[in-house]
């Protein structure tokens, strides 16, 4: 069993669509994260909630709007995507004995 | 199945000493490897990377070891400081291809003073 699955794995969108990505973590961990990676392979953080309450907002533009309907699920709504915001994005959990990262969500705007 | 390992989750070190941080990796595909340092409440920043072409890189008081034939990786503070009191992730990519890292579940350096 996946321990933090993210999907799609792959998405490639056209500008201006509204597109989510999906985290789910089965480590019964209270923190959840999104980072993006960029083209440099460093890691910004996006969100970090604690058991469904937002903790972390970092300036990313309101087009980027997290969502967690329990504490095991955190997802990624972005709406009316634009070419910039092609990268990977990592969902990470958070639990007493480290952090567990997902596989990354390769996002491509056209 | 995790193919990169931080097979410790926290190290605890007197300040002034060596801190020595591991990392084993499983996929001989990796060819570029980072650290991460992350404080509380704050996303991992970059520390210190090494391409597969070089087996020590140094910034500092840091510095990566590679031994590619072993899969294992190490960075290396010296001498250690409070402030470095964080957690440390190792990751790994395939250099040039632009695919997204794989990282260890972080160890958690504590240094004392």
């Known amino acids: 069993d996946t321990a933090v699955s993210q999907t799609p794995k792959y998405l490639v969108t056209q500008m201006g669509n509204d597109k989510s990505i999906k985290c789910e973590q089965n480590?019964?961990?209270?923190?959840m994260y999104w980072y993006k990676q960029d083209s440099k392979k460093f890691l910004k953080i996006m969100f970090s909630?604690?058991?469904?309450?937002?903790?972390i907002n970092e300036t990313v533009p309101n087009r980027f709007s997290p969502k967690s309907p329990d504490k095991a699920h955190l997802n990624l709504h972005i709406n009316s995507l634009e070419l910039g915001d092609s990268a990977v994005y990592f969902c990470a959990s958070q639990g007493m004995y480290g952090y567990t990262f997902g596989s990354g969500t390769r996002l491509t705007v056209v | 199945d995790q193919q990169v390992k931080q097979n410790s989750p926290s190290l605890s070190v007197q300040e002034g000493r060596i801190s020595i941080l591991n990392c084993d990796y499983t996929n001989s595909m990796f060819d570029y490897f980072l650290w991460y340092k992350k404080y509380p409440a704050e996303g991992p920043t970059f520390l210190i990377s090494?391409?597969?072409?070089?087996d020590k890189n140094e910034d500092g008081r840091f510095t990566v070891f590679l031994n590619k034939s072993a899969k294992h990786l190490s960075l290396h503070i010296v001498p250690s400081q409070p402030g470095d009191s964080a957690v440390y992730f190792c990751a790994a990519s395939a250099r040039g291809v632009d695919t997204p890292l794989v990282f260890g579940k972080g160890t958690r350096l504590s240094v004392i003073a």
């Open positions: 909630y604690n058991n469904k309450e937002l903790i």
């Open positions: 090494i391409s597969s072409i070089k």
């Open positions: 480590l019964g961990h209270d923190t």
